[in-house]
């Protein structure tokens, strides 16, 4: 079974500085796919990047982007210039494969505070 | 845009009360699912579908069922609700790598 790890509950950031969430994960397929969701106090869960196993190059959007090490199996992500819009809990995620039975395991998750 | 709406926000119900959760996506996803959220636990899967009529069950499933009639319903029916089943419930629907969620029904069993 696979397992996704986020060891770390709670971290806090200043305003417009860069912030490293960390995530590993226990698995022994090849192909597979890591995410990470971001939720929001009292709003929808919505996922911020995604990162496919096969591909070398490391995951960007916009602000956000991961540090992928296929064989540290780790799975961190970096927001740049943080924003007081980014206080939030960062959720990372594995699935493996997409047939009709994958499903996400998530991590506990992170409490992100970013303070003006 | 990809929307899962949930029947409720908020639900207070009794001990040994049926609760029925009812989630719709509008986009024809084939997946759907139902989580769990609990401070410090993260989320853990409840049940999933991956076509009409057809469920399996996730890593909690014990105190639930589910049915999926139509493509875009999924429910969460809790047969008799217990203060332990206190918790945010998440829907979820997939299309390949692609999940989108809920707003989430904060339920409060007394």
């Known amino acids: 079974a696979q397992t996704v790890t986020q060891s770390q509950p709670e971290m806090s950031v200043q305003e417009a500085e860069t912030v490293t969430l960390s995530c590993t994960y226990d698995t022994s397929e090849n192909n597979y796919y890591l995410f990470w969701y971001k939720q929001p106090p009292s709003r929808q869960m919505i996922l911020v990047i995604r990162?496919?196993?096969?591909?070398?190059q490391n995951a960007t959007e916009n602000r956000f982007s991961v540090n992928f090490q296929k064989a540290a199996k780790s799975f961190s992500l970096k927001i740049s210039d943080s924003q007081l819009g980014d206080t939030a809990m960062y959720f990372c995620a594995f699935m493996k494969g997409t047939g009709a039975n994958s499903k996400l395991t998530f991590g506990k998750g992170i409490t992100l505070s970013v303070r003006p | 845009d990809v929307k899962v709406t949930q029947s409720s926000r908020y639900l207070v119900k009794r001990t040994g009360e049926k609760v029925f959760l009812e989630c719709v996506q509008d986009?024809?996803?084939?997946?759907m699912f139902w989580y769990r959220q609990d401070p410090g636990l993260g989320l853990r899967l409840i049940y999933f579908s991956y076509d009409v009529k057809m469920k399996e069950k996730g890593d909690i499933p014990e105190g639930y069922s589910v049915s999926r009639e139509k493509k875009e319903r999924f429910s969460l029916i809790l047969e008799s609700a217990s203060t332990n089943q206190t918790s945010m419930y998440l829907c979820a629907s997939r299309r390949w790598y692609e999940q989108y969620f809920g707003p989430g029904t904060r339920l409060t069993v007394t």
């Open positions: 990162q496919e196993a096969y591909k070398q």
């Open positions: 986009m024809d996803h084939e997946n």
